[in-house]
């Protein structure tokens, strides 16, 4: 036998393992990432849900150092009006409860970033 009588057997078995080949690179492309979520030592979702426990803390910030100065704002305007005054110690108690509802939302929120695979 010499080595040109078969070129169509070596054409047929090269192609194969060229398909072959594609196959897995095609199907390791589709798979979830091989390397962890945590290569440089830190989780990415706990970086995550560390980032987003920050933010909900300046959210919150903001949220209440701006209520305190509407409300300092406001009991000014009223002066010595009672009654304007007991409305706004209201106004002012609703929409720190509503900050304080808002920031255990958010945090409640950066939870789920942090718990998950790395899907």
Known sequence: MHHGSHPLLRRVSILGVLLALIGL??????????VKDNVTGVSFSKAKADKCLKDCSK????ATKKEFQL???NRRQCEADIVCLA???????EA???????YTECRSGCHHQGSGGSR
Do not use: F
């Open 25 to 34: 690179v095609a199907i390791s492309l589709t798979q979830c990432t091989m």
């Open 71 to 73: 409300n300092r704002k």
């Open 96 to 102: 720190q409860r509503q900050i304080d509802d808002a």
């Open 87 to 93: 409305k706004e110690q209201e106004r002012h108690r």
């Open 59 to 62: 959210e919150y910030d903001q």
